[in-house]
C-alpha cells in the first residue's frame, strides 16, 4: 500500500465535522481516488473538550495551530475557520511552514485573495477554494479545467442559499421577511447574525471570486454594487407574480469590450426559467463560455455534507497534484494587482414600484423623469385602490436602459414631492 497522505484540520464547526466524517465513512472509496489512504492526523479547534458528534481519529485534538503547521508528516490543512481574522494568519502561517491549504472561507479570499496567493507561490505551494463558492456545486473546477478553453462571456447565479430560502418561502406561504427570516434562523438556515446573507455581501465575495476565475481579473468585492433583500415585501411579490415573474437574489457578471458589468441583488426572473425554478436553500450558476455555449449547475449551496463533499474533492485533487496545476492558471494575481474596471449592471429592463400621492397629473410628472434620461416605458400597473388612500402603489415596467441611468433617474423621482416612500428598482432577466 502506498503511504498514506495526512491531513491537518482546521477549524471543526458544521464543515470541518462533516470533512472529518466524509473522510472517515468514505476511506475506501477516497483512496481509490488519490491513489493513498488520505487521513486524519490532527484536528486544531478553539475548546478541546467541547462534544463533538463525529469522533476524531485517535482523538487527536489541539487548540494549537502548531500541532499541524509544525507537523512534517502533515501535507494539507483544511483551513475551515470562518472570518478574516484569525483566519488570515493562520493560513499565511500554514503555507509558509510548507502545507497545501484547502479552504471554504469565501470571505478572507474575497479580501486577501492577492496576498495569499503570492504567499502561496513564494512557498510553492497551492491554495484550493472549491468549497468557497458554491458549496457542492463544482463551479471552480469547472470554469477552471473543463472551460479553460473558453473564453467566459458571462456568469450568473444564485448564490445565497439562505437569502434563496427566505424569498421562496416568502413566495409560496405568503409570509412576511421577518417571520421567514426567524423560520431559517431556527431551521439552521440562517446564522443569528444574518447580515452578511441577507444584505447581500455573502453573494458579493463570491461573485468576486467567479469573476477572478472566469475573467482573470481581481475585483475587490465591496466594488460591487448589491442590494440586499430587506426591502422585498409582498406587494413587491404579488406584482412580480402579476407579471409572469419570480424575485431571486442574483449575482450577475458579464465582461464587456474593457470592462467588467456586476451587479447584485433581487431580480425579477421570469417563470419557468431554471433560476426562477431554483428554490429553497439550492444554488444555482449559468455560465455562457464562447465555444461552449450555456451551461447550468444546480444544487445545494450549504450544509454540512455539499460543502464537505467540495472540500474533500479538493484535498484529493491537491494529493494527486491536479490543484497545484489549477493553482498556477487560478492564482496569478500578485498582491498589487489593479482592481478590474467596473460599470456596475449591464443594460436591463426594470421594475420601479413606487407609493404616491393619488392625485391627478402625478404619472405624467414620473414618466417626464424617466424620460429626460432616456428611459422608456413598457407599462404600468396602477389598481384601484379605496378612496382617501394616502399612497397607493404604481408600478412601472421599462425597456432595456444603462444601469447608470436608472440609478439617476430612481434618485430623481425620490425627490418627487408626489412619491411618499423610496423607490424599489430591480433589474429584470428574460432567459
Known amino acids: 500500500m502506498s503511504e498514506p497522505v495526512r491531513v491537518g484540520v482546521v477549524g471543526m ?20 481516488q488519490a491513489g493513498r489512504p488520505i487521513i486524519v492526523e ?9 462534544q463533538r458528534d463525529v469522533a476524531v481519529p485517535g482523538n487527536r485534538i489541539s487548540t494549537d495551530l502548531a500541532a499541524v503547521a509544525d507537523d512534517p508528516a502533515i501535507a494539507v490543512a483544511a483551513m475551515l475557520v470562518g472570518g478574516l481574522e484569525p483566519a488570515r494568519s493562520m493560513t499565511i502561517e500554514l503555507l509558509r511552514k510548507g502545507k497545501d491549504v484547502v479552504t471554504a472561507n469565501k470571505a478572507l479570499l474575497a479580501e486577501h485573495g492577492p496576498e495569499l496567493f503570492a504567499v502561496a507561490r513564494e512557498a510553492g505551494r497551492s491554495i484550493a477554494f472549491e468549497a468557497a463558492i458554491a458549496g457542492g456545486i463544482p463551479i471552480v473546477a469547472a470554469i477552471a479545467e473543463c472551460l479553460a478553453a473558453n473564453r467566459i462571456k458571462s456568469i450568473r447565479g444564485i448564490l445565497n442559499g439562505t437569502s434563496n430560502f427566505i424569498l421562496t418561502r416568502m413566495e409560496e406561504e405568503g409570509s412576511d421577511y421577518a417571520e421567514v427570516l426567524a423560520l431559517a434562523q431556527a431551521e439552521g438556515y440562517a446564522e443569528a447574525d444574518p447580515t452578511m446573507d441577507v444584505d447581500g455581501t455573502d453573494a458579493t465575495q463570491k461573485l468576486a471570486l467567479l469573476a477572478h476565475l472566469a475573467f482573470g481579473s481581481w475585483v475587490p468585492w465591496g466594488m460591487i454594487p448589491r442590494v440586499g433583500l430587506e426591502t422585498i415585501d409582498q406587494e413587491l411579490l404579488r406584482f412580480a407574480d402579476e407579471l409572469g415573474y419570480r424575485i431571486r437574489v442574483v449575482a450577475d457578471a458579464s465582461r464587456g469590450a474593457d470592462s467588467l458589468a456586476m451587479q447584485v441583488g433581487p431580480t425579477l426572473v421570469r417563470k419557468g426559467t431554471p433560476l426562477a425554478e431554483t428554490r429553497g436553500a439550492f444554488n444555482a450558476v449559468s455560465v455562457v463560455g464562447d465555444a461552449v455555449g450555456p451551461l447550468f449547475f444546480h444544487g445545494l449551496g450549504a450544509g454540512e455534507l455539499p460543502t464537505a463533499s467540495a472540500v474533500v474533492a479538493d484535498i484529493i485533487d491537491t494529493v494527486v497534484g491536479r490543484a497545484a496545476i489549477t493553482f498556477r492558471t487560478t492564482g496569478m494575481l500578485e498582491a498589487d494587482t489593479p482592481a478590474a474596471s467596473l460599470t456596475g449592471g449591464s443594460s436591463s429592463r426594470y421594475l420601479l414600484r413606487l407609493h404616491v400621492t393619488d392625485r391627478p397629473g402625478v404619472l405624467a410628472d414620473l414618466t417626464n ?9 413598457a407599462s404600468v400597473i396602477q389598481h384601484q385602490t379605496a378612496a382617501g388612500t394616502a399612497a397607493v402603489p404604481l408600478v412601472i415596467m421599462t425597456h432595456s436602459c444603462e444601469a447608470t441611468a436608472i440609478a439617476r433617474a430612481v434618485a430623481t423621482l425620490d425627490q418627487q414631492p408626489a412619491v411618499q416612500a423610496a423607490t424599489s428598482c430591480l433589474p429584470v ?3
Open 369 to 377: 423623469v424617466l424620460g429626460s434620461e432616456g428611459i422608456s416605458i
Open 42 to 50: 490532527q484536528v486544531v479547534v478553539r475548546d478541546a473538550g467541547k
Open 429 to 431: 432577466l428574460d432567459d
Open 13 to 32: 464547526g458544521t464543515v470541518g465535522s462533516g470533512v472529518v466524517r466524509v473522510l472517515d465513512r468514505s476511506a475506501d472509496h477516497i483512496q481509490r
